[in-house]
Nanobody, 126 residues
Framework: VQLQASGGGLVQAGASLRLSCAAS????????MGWFRQAPGEQREFVAG????????????SVKGRFAISRDNARDSDKNTMYLHMSTLKPEDTAVYYC????????????????WGQGTQVTVSS
């Protein structure tokens, strides 16, 4: 199983970014997917999640209305990708963002996620 996160960068407050997570080696539709983030000296925290087939979404309160998670359950496994559209970014959104896969449909804690990507850095300047 491989999860490859990308799309991070340095932006100013108020800007937008889209993160991607390319998944391979797993039955993508069977897994809920999630985004977590970890700032220096902080614990890894849940950001957003999306269930498998029905693609139901759920968010941390801190990002509701600003972030949107989506997924492409294409039959072509090379296109199995999850996205995080981030808008109205704030300096407090600065962190390394990780994508993860879970067999639990609405997991919000890291321990229920089975596979993790390597992380992509998002830095928001004020």
């Amino acid at each position: 199983v491989q999860l490859q996160a990308s799309g991070g960068g340095l932006v100013q407050a108020g800007a937008s970014l889209r993160l991607s997570c390319a998944a391979s080696g797993l039955a993508f539709r069977s897994y809920a997917m999630g985004w977590f983030r970890q700032a220096p000296g902080e614990q890894r925290e849940f950001v957003a999640g999306i269930s498998g087939v029905r693609a139901r979404t759920f968010y941390a309160d801190s990002v509701k209305g600003r972030f949107a998670i989506s997924r492409d359950n294409a039959r072509d496994s090379d296109k199995n990708t999850m996205y995080l559209h981030m808008s109205t970014l704030k300096p407090e959104d600065t962190a390394v963002y990780y994508c993860a896969a879970s067999l639990e449909s609405r997991g919000v804690v890291p321990r229920v996620y089975d596979y993790w990507g390597q992380g992509t850095q998002v830095t928001v300047s004020s």
